[in-house]
Structures are given as structure tokens and as C-alpha cells.
């Protein structure tokens, strides 16, 4: 047991989905997983080890925002010794091109957090995906005709920023495909302890457009990105 989870050594998979949303995670779990068996429960933030494609795979929730991921991450690292971790998470798009219900693969994140300005002082560390794992996932979603847009996204602290706040549209003219909350974290603690990590994220809303998703599209919908991500990582388990 670690202080957020309540599991057993062993009875988290070595690979492990990561929505933010823990109702998400009891989604996924209950609609892909074969035999998902719930291992925590601990705050709500639900997690699940079952197989797909007879693969054991688990699924854990880490609530909003870097902090929050971090706690996860750091203790499926630390303690549970986990080698791949995949954020399926939602995203708000900044480019044009880039419309609801796509798909992102993010390469890079930068980050508007302070994590990593303590971590590294007068230094900026550049948070970036596994590229075998990016790679794969790319060739899967493309094979499956998925709209998908590989590139930089942005991890924001505040989902709520100030009303005279521009800073949005510099991101947006340097190419920014997104934004979220958790990705930059995910990335650095990976390099960290040397596991492997992408962030795969589904549009729910258009900073460019306004449209945006209902909170149940976010829970349930988004099974294009899960099935990617459960594709990619069995094939290469099976391979
Ligand atoms: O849908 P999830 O995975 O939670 O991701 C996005 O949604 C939340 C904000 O609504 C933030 O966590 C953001 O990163
Ligand atoms: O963090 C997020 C997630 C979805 N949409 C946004 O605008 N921001």
C-alpha cells in the first residue's frame, strides 16, 4: 500500500492508463477490461488491473492538475513499480485545424507550472514523450483512420485564468495544439524513473471555436482514443 493507493504489490499491471477523470477509469475498466478487478478506492480515485487482448493492463485515476498527477505517478513509480504510463485525458484545442473528437499525441508539453522551475533551477527542462511509444501509437491510429495531430501541447496550472489574461494566444501563435493539465509532470517523472510515457489526449472543447462536450461525452465517449491506446500497448505486449 502507498498513501493514495490502497493496492498489494502486484496488483497493478506494468502498464497503466491514466485518466484524469476517476469516472473515466471506472469506464474504461468496465467497458474494455476483461475481468477488471477494482484495487482502490482511496478519495474516489479508482483504479483497475484486468486484460485486454490477454494482456493485463491497469487503469488509474489522478485527479486534475499537475499536483494531483504527481501523487499517482510518483507512487505507481515508486512503489508499485510500473513501466508504461499512458494519459488518456481531454484537451481544449488551440489551432484551427485541430476540431472536437480529434486525437492528440503529445510529443512535448511546456508548462506553465512552477514543478519544474523547483526541480530545476534557472533551468528549463523540456518534458517529452517516449518516442517507440509515440511512434507505435501514431502508426496504430493512422492504420485505423483516426484524425490525429502529433506536436506541443501546453499543461497549465489554472483551468480558470484571469479574464485580461493573453497569455493563450503567444501559445497559440508558437503552434500549441492544446491545452490540458497534467502531461509536463507525467513526462519529467518518467524521465525521472526511467519508464516509459505518452500522453494521449481527445478534444473536448475549442478554445478557437467555443463548441465543447458535455461532462458525461468526457467520461464515457471518448473510445476511439482508449481502443488506440489499448491496441497499441497489447500488440506490442503480444508481439
Ligand atoms: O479529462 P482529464 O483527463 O481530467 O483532462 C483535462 O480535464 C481536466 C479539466 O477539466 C484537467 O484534468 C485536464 O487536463
Ligand atoms: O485543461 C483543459 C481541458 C480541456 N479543455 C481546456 O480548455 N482545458
Redesign the pocket.
Known sequence: MSTHINAKLGDIADIVLL???PM?AKYIAETFLEKPQCYNTVRGMFGYTGTYNGVRISVQGTG??MPSLSIYVNELLRFYDVKTLIRV???GAMQPEVKIRDIILAQAACTTSNMNNRRFPNTSFAPIATFDLLYRTYQEGTAKGYPIHVGNILSEDS?YDDANSNRNQQFIDYGILAV???AAELYTLAAKYHADALCVLTV?DSLVTSEETSAEE?EKTFNEMITLVLDTVSASEIA
Open positions: 485518466p484524469g477523470d473515466r486534475m492538475g485525458g481531454s484537451c483551468f490540458e493539465m497534467e473536448s468526457r
